[in-house]
């Protein structure tokens, strides 16, 4: 399961979304997020589908690695679903024992619960599937310049950002080799009960702990001998620039955008 999860890695593929200016990347994932959290509608998942299939056909990341970035995350979509769908109240009762009722309601969010879930994980996954990690320093940086004028930190907020989402698969492919030693000494991991499962991550925590520690030091370490001392002064060896095929993913955008809202306003389902 640990090796399913695809978050923060960087794929360089050469595609149209690759050569794209991240800050429209990050400014469309963020209208596409509201875009999903609009409304309560078909056509609210219909557009999210379709900027889905959009996005990964022009990215050319294969198909399979957005249903393993949605993996990990099935013991989550299975208790959401179930909660949904026997303890919402409302519409036609198809099947009541006690407390727990199958309504038309409960049936309805519950689907459109995991939909949505569903493509908001295929969809922000792109963004880091199609962008380096120092691109997407640069970019949340910029989008943030703004916030200098109020004497924040804006450019080491983008730094710690970037360097927690970059380290993700890191301290994701240690806790696999961690439990891969522990279970090769004899320990148990899988059976038993709540307690005794909790207890047994102990000799795993402890070990992964004190790798992230390790690793962070070793990396403060690092950026103190190259003379890193902030984003006062510091230059860009690639410089963010947009053009014709930016504006157009945002036009791209917008336009779904526009059709959710008047979907909501004028259309019933």
């Known amino acids: 399961m640990l090796k399913d999860i695809t978050l923060g890695q960087y794929f360089p593929i050469k595609s149209v979304v690759h050569r794209m200016d991240a800050r429209f990347k990050i400014i ?12 309560q509608r078909l056509t609210t998942l219909g557009a999210g589908l379709f ?16 249903v393993k970035s949605i993996k990990p995350i ?4 299975i208790i959401t679903g179930l909660f949904n769908l026997f303890l919402l109240d409302g519409g036609k009762i198809y099947w009541k024992w006690h407390f727990l009722k199958l309504t038309e309601e409960g049936v309805h969010t519950s689907a459109f619960m995991i939909a949505r879930i569903c493509l908001l994980i295929a969809g922000t996954s792109l963004l880091t599937y199609t962008t380096s990690p120092i691109v997407l320093t640069d970019a949340i940086e910029s989008l943030l310049s703004p916030l200098k004028k109020l004497k924040m930190p804006v450019h080491e907020l983008a730094m710690m950002m970037t360097i927690a989402l970059r380290f993700i698969p890191t301290l ?15 320990a148990d ?3 038993g009960g709540l307690i005794q499962r909790t207890k047994a ?3 795993i925590l402890i070990p992964l702990f004190v790798s992230a520690f390790r ?4 990396l403060a370490l690092a950026m103190e001998c190259r003379c890193y001392h902030g984003g006062e ?15 157009l993913a945002l036009a791209f955008t917008l336009l779904l955008f526009a059709t959710v809202i008047l979907c909501r306003i004028y259309v019933r389902f």
Do not use: H
């Open 233 to 247: 002064g510091r230059t860009r060896l690639r410089v963010l620039k947009s053009g014709l095929r930016d504006y």
């Open 201 to 203: 991550l102990t000799p």
């Open 74 to 77: 099935v013991p989550v979509l």
């Open 28 to 39: 469309i994932t963020m209208l596409f997020l509201v875009m999903l959290f609009w409304g």
């Open 172 to 186: 994701i492919e240690e806790t696999d080799k961690i439990m891969s030693a522990q279970k090769a000494r004899g």
């Open 189 to 191: 991991l899988e059976s």
């Open 51 to 66: 900027f889905v299939i959009v996005a990964t056909a022009c990215s050319r990341i294969p198909p399979k690695m957005i």
């Open 215 to 218: 690793r962070a030091e070793e």
